[in-house]
C-alpha cells in the first residue's frame, strides 16, 4: 500500500487510535503528541507494500505508547534521583547564620595571621594544598612529629580565638534577649 493509502486508513482510524493511546497513557493531552508523533513516521516509512495496513497503524500506536511510557519512568526516576541530591530548605543556610559563619571565618582568617610563619605555612599547605605531612616536614626541613605538633598549636590557637569570639558572641546575644524581654 502506498503512503498516502497508509495516511488514509490513519485518518480513518484516528479516533480508535486516540482511545487506544488515552487508555494506555492515561491522558487525551499525551495521546494526542503520541498521534501526532505516529503521523510523522508514517511520513518516514518507505514505499513497501503493506499487507494489512490498520494492524500496523495499531502495532505502531501500541509501540509508541510503550516507547513513552518507559521514556516517563526514567525521566521520572532521574529527576526523582535529582531531588533526592538536592539540599531542602532546612539545609540552606538562613541569613543569620551566614552572617555567623562569615565572621568565625574572619576570626580564622584572623587566627593564621597572628601566627608564626612556620606555623601558618604547615596549616596551609596541609589544609588547603591537601600535602602530606611528610612533604611540608622535608619543605619545612623538620620531622613529621615537628609538623604534628605545628599542626597541633595552629589548631589549638584557630579554637581559642573562635571560643573566646563566641563568646562575646554570647554576651551580644544575651543583651539583645534581655532588652527584647523587656520591651
Given amino acids: 500500500m ?11 482510524q484516528r479516533p480508535m487510535l486516540l482511545r487506544l493511546l488515552t487508555a494506555r497513557l492515561g491522558g487525551r ?11 510523522l513516521r508514517i511520513d518516514q516509512t518507505s514505499d513497501q507494500p503493506i499487507a494489512q495496513p490498520a494492524a500496523f497503524l495499531y502495532r505502531m500506536a501500541s509501540n509508541l505508547a510503550t516507547d513513552r511510557r518507559i521514556a516517563a519512568g526514567r525521566r521520572g526516576a532521574r529527576d526523582g534521583g ?40 604547615a596549616l596551609r599547605m596541609f589544609r588547603l594544598e591537601e600535602r602530606p605531612q611528610r612533604d611540608i616536614a622535608e619543605h619545612l626541613g623538620i620531622s613529621v612529629s615537628g609538623v604534628e605538633k605545628l599542626l597541633q598549636r595552629a589548631y589549638r590557637k584557630i579554637h581559642d580565638r573562635l571560643a573566646a569570639s563566641g563568646e562575646a558572641l554570647g554576651d551580644a546575644r544575651r543583651l539583645e534577649d534581655e532588652r527584647g524581654a523587656e520591651s
Fill in 2 to 12: 502506498a503512503d498516502s493509502g497508509l495516511k488514509a486508513i490513519f485518518l480513518a
Fill in 29 to 39: 493531552d499525551e495521546a494526542e503528541d503520541a498521534l501526532q508523533d505516529l503521523w
Fill in 82 to 121: 535529582w531531588l533526592d541530591v538536592q539540599p531542602g530548605a532546612e539545609e540552606m543556610p538562613d541569613p543569620e547564620r551566614a552572617s555567623i559563619a562569615r565572621g568565625q571565618w574572619r576570626e580564622v582568617e584572623g587566627a593564621i595571621a597572628d601566627m608564626p610563619e612556620r606555623m601558618a605555612t
